[in-house]
Structure formats: C-alpha cells, structure tokens
C-alpha cells in the first residue's frame, strides 16, 4: 500500500485569498517579463514544479533554480544534473540564506538581456534593462535569494510560508530588474505525494495539515527511500538523532514508539519535533524525491 494510500490527508483546503489575487495580478505582468527564474526546493524538484510554471513562461528565457543545495547530499544533486540534462535542462543550484550560487545565476539573467537587447536594436528601438520575474512555491527561498542578488535586505524574507504577499518590482542593476511574487500553489494538487512532501518540507501553511500524520508520512518516506536508494543516502537518520531505527516500524507505529522513549507518550510532541529537526537540517542532508527511473 502506498503512503498516499495510507495518509488520507486534506491538505489542499489552503488556498488563501491572497495567493488567488497574486496569481492573477502575476499573470498580468508576465506580459513585461522576459526571464522567469523558477524557483524550486531540491529535497522535492518535483512537487514544487507548479503545473502551471510552462504556460506562463511560454516562449520566455527560463532559469531553473534549486535551492537549499546545503541539504542534500552532493551525490544527490549529481543525479538531479544528470536528470534535468537528458529532459534539456541546466538547472543552477543555490543556498539563498548563505549566498551561495548567487553570481551564476545574475551571469545567466544577464546573458537573457543581452539577447533581447540585440533582438531590440535589430529592430531599431533601444535597448532596456532586463525584467525578470522570480516565481516559485511559497518558503522555497524566492525573497532571499532576491536580497542575495541585491546584496541587501529589500524584500521580508521569513522561515514560513506567505510571508511575500503583493507583486514588487526591484531594481537590480541597471541591466536587471526583478518582481518579486507571493509564492503561489495550484487552485488544488491532484497529487497527494506531493502535498505531503511539500507540507513536510513547510512550502504550503501548517494550517491545512495534522502534524501526527505529516511526521509519519515522512518516517515512511525516508524508510522508503533508505530502501531503494541506499546508495545515495546517510544512513538511517532517526538513529543517529533519536536513538531509536525506524526500519523495523511503519511511520505510525515509529512516532508512537518515539514518543514513548523520548517525550512520555506525547506524540504531538514528538511529530512537531520531528517535523522541526528535519526543517532545521538537524536530521543530516535528507532529500524527500530522488530522480525517476
């Protein structure tokens, strides 16, 4: 049985009014946008690949960025590399909190505007900076990585999704301006893999999930994973932090049996815990998807 199967979870219910109006607003000026840097987590690429994300870039110039590189595993990212180059695509890889990745990422917006720029004088107008558009999952990382780019704090930047909440246009430089945009999710997510993965990694608001069953879904997909890709892994993660394997247990039975031996059977405790220590990197470098076969 499949940990959708298992996890029968109403996560999608949160759809905030105000990421339905960005969105909308977003649409309208993607008319003036020129590049789209996509932002995606690299523990889950795959579940934070909006559906939506290749119709609104259309024939625009795309830079697919992952960020949080510091929480995988460099053999991970490796096969993201390979993965992204068989479907013709680089992806650049960042961590926006550290700085890291920054300058090859405004090397490649810039390169976009160049050639727009001669597209321009080709046809006799002038040449003009560059707009690009930073648009990703709320709390992937969009507004540090623009105050990274700047080089200064201009934009609210927070450990928690929907804090970015209306359009904003920043100037970079003079050959580079960016909107920074709300983090925006689907109207719904059919998938509910991936609704679990981003609510473990906090992409989507606590308030459309139950911690209980968000932590055992993520004990049964590091279990999952420890399985099948052990090659790509630390080893298990939970023995190492909590003194106590998950192999042997289903993520429900592990979360009880945790509690008991940590927390005085308080499970709530012990999920929010989990949830946490994974957040923070406390767990080691744990990615949540690996490339498909």
């Not at 949160?14 to 690299?42: F, S, T």
């Not at 625009?60 to 949080?68: F, H």
């Not at 909590?242 to 042997?248: A, E």
């Amino acid at each position: 049985m499949s940990i959708t199967q298992n996890y029968k979870l109403n996560l999608i219910q949160w759809y905030p009014g105000h990421i339905a109006k960005a969105e909308k607003n977003l649409k309208e000026q993607l008319k003036r946008v020129d590049v789209v840097l996509e932002v995606r987590d690299i523990r889950i690429p795959i579940s934070t690949n909006h559906p939506q994300m290749n119709e609104w870039v259309g024939t625009k110039a795309r830079i697919l960025v992952l960020n949080r590189v510091d929480m995988v595993l460099p053999q991970v990212r490796s096969q993201w590399i390979e993965w992204f180059k068989n479907r013709g695509e680089f992806p650049y890889f960042t961590n926006a909190q550290h700085g890291q990745g920054m300058a090859a990422i405004t090397k490649a917006a810039q390169a976009a505007g160049i050639e727009l720029n001669q597209r321009r004088t080709d046809r006799g107008m002038l040449p003009r900076p560059v707009r690009a558009v930073v648009i990703g999952f709320p709390n992937v990382g969009k507004s540090a990585l623009i105050n990274r780019l700047i080089g200064k704090r201009v934009v609210e930047s927070a450990a928690r999704p929907g804090v970015t909440r209306q359009l904003r246009w920043v100037r970079i430089s003079d050959e580079l301006q960016l909107l920074d945009a709300p983090g925006v999710i689907p109207a719904r997510l059919d998938s509910q893999a991936a609704a679990i993965k981003l609510a473990i990694c906090d992409d989507i608001g606590e308030a459309a999930y139950d911690n209980q069953l968000i932590a055992a879904a993520f004990i049964d997909i590091v279990n999952e994973l420890q399985k099948t890709h052990s090659h790509s892994l630390p080893p298990n993660p939970f023995l190492k932090r909590y003194d106590l394997d998950s192999i042997m247990y289903t993520g429900e039975d592990y979360l009880q049996a945790l509690a008991e031996h940590r927390y005085k059977g308080d499970i709530e405790r012990t999920a929010r815990q989990m949830i946490t220590d994974f957040r923070k990197g406390l767990l080691g470098s744990i990615p949540l998807e690996l490339p498909p076969i």
